[in-house]
């Protein structure tokens, strides 16, 4: 018996697409519709909605140009030729997420963390027993950027 979609799914709701190439049938689900740009004025279709490339690209800049336009200097918040020296040497020293390694993975480290804040305790930020070398997933965890 000839069946419309892949044997073993079972009769679906949604229609299947065939697509016949070389020798072997592909069978593909249907997509989410197109939608437009979310730029005022703008006529191009996306995927998966929100703004298109163009667009996104420069939302993204206007975006950091004015939040950077509020933050100090990175020389005066800490981060100048002296902490770029070391914090190449604890990365050559812990080049591995040392909160991966503790969970038995093996991550390369992206990021080199403050144990203590520079703000709380200056006299601390080019000390190496007070940096920690993580990943960035590990980072945006102990800074709570996931809402999860």
Known sequence: MNYPYPKGIGVLRHSYKLHEHKTQKIFLMPSLPLKNCTKPGCPTLTAG???CP???SKARRMFFREYDSHRPTSDKRGYDFN???VRRL???INPLCQMCQEDGRYVKADIVHHIQTIEEHPELRLTLTNLLSVCNYHHSMIHN???N
């Open 145 to 147: 950027r996931f809402n």
């Open 83 to 85: 902490w770029y020296k």
């Open 90 to 92: 604890k990365l050559s």
């Open 49 to 51: 909605g929100g703004r």
């Open 54 to 56: 163009a667009h996104a």
